[in-house]
């Protein structure tokens, strides 16, 4: 499994400074102030909070769809705000993100379809090229039965691994996940935690590069023995908890009520 790189030399790929962290409702109250956090290539990090915590807003905000209240964010080195629209465009594309429920799949569409979007719409390929990449991303999140299906007549669970292949599909850097567990039965639930394992440490699908990897989660638990780097939302604060054995000994009283919550 890949290691976190600790060598100060390499940059960051994603930076949050001071950042405050916004709804994109209501932009005049912070619902995480103070945010200093790094994602480095082979970071593998699981969040938690519970329901209305800003964990949403947060990984939406680390993506680059929304700016900070205060702060700075850095997208592979280069705050959005300040980027041309063509390099902030391809900057957002090296970075792949799931959202909760259901990913937000085009529902009258296939799944075919909705996989191939990326390709036909960001790099302008014809139905024909696609096919044999979408069918290889297909193959890896376990859809390929499930290509001429309509999206909308699924269940949630495998929406959510259509959603997981359209991130994929571009073959990105960084893979953002929102709460990706929640509502999983124990074999679907051990699917992605195995999935994501393999893709963290170097899939072939990505040509054995690391992909680095921030999931949000209600229940940090399932992902104890898979993440390696914690931090907990919780009461408009960010608390980076540390690693595995940190998460087990913490005397943190907040780690402790939500883990127990």
């Known amino acids: 499994m890949a290691a976190p790189t600790e060598n100060p030399s390499v940059p960051p790929l994603i930076e949050l400074v001071d950042a405050d962290i916004v709804s994109a409702q209501n ?131 495998w929406r959510l691994r259509v959603a997981l292949a359209r991130a994929l599909v571009l073959k990105p850097e960084v893979l953002l996940l929102d709460n990706p567990l929640a509502g999983l039965d124990p074999r679907q639930t051990r699917w992605w935690l195995d999935t994501l394992d393999a893709l963290n440490a170097g899939h072939a699908w990505l040509e054995g590069r690391p992909l680095a990897l921030a999931a949000t989660t209600d229940d940090l638990r399932p992902w104890s023995a898979r993440a390696r780097q914690f931090a907990l939302l919780q009461g408009r604060r960010w608390m980076e908890l540390g690693g595995r054995a940190e998460l087990t000994t913490s005397g943190e009283l907040a780690l402790r009520e939500f883990l127990t919550a």
């Open 27 to 157: 932009q005049d109250m912070p619902l995480v102030e103070r945010v200093s956090w790094r994602l480095h290539p082979g970071d593998y990090w699981a969040v938690g909070g519970l329901q209305w915590s800003g964990k949403s807003d947060w990984l939406t905000t680390v993506a680059g769809l929304q700016q900070p209240a205060a702060g700075r964010h850095l997208l592979f080195g280069e705050d959005p705000a300040h980027l041309p629209q063509p390099e902030l465009v391809a900057a957002r594309l090296r970075v792949g993100l799931v959202f909760e429920n259901g990913g937000r799949l085009f529902t009258q569409m296939t799944v075919e379809e909705n996989v191939a979007l990326p390709l036909r719409y960001h790099r302008n390929c014809p139905a024909e090229e696609t096919r044999e990449t979408v069918a290889s991303v297909l193959e890896l999140t376990g859809l390929a039965e499930l290509a001429p299906q309509i999206a909308g007549q699924l269940n949630r669970s």
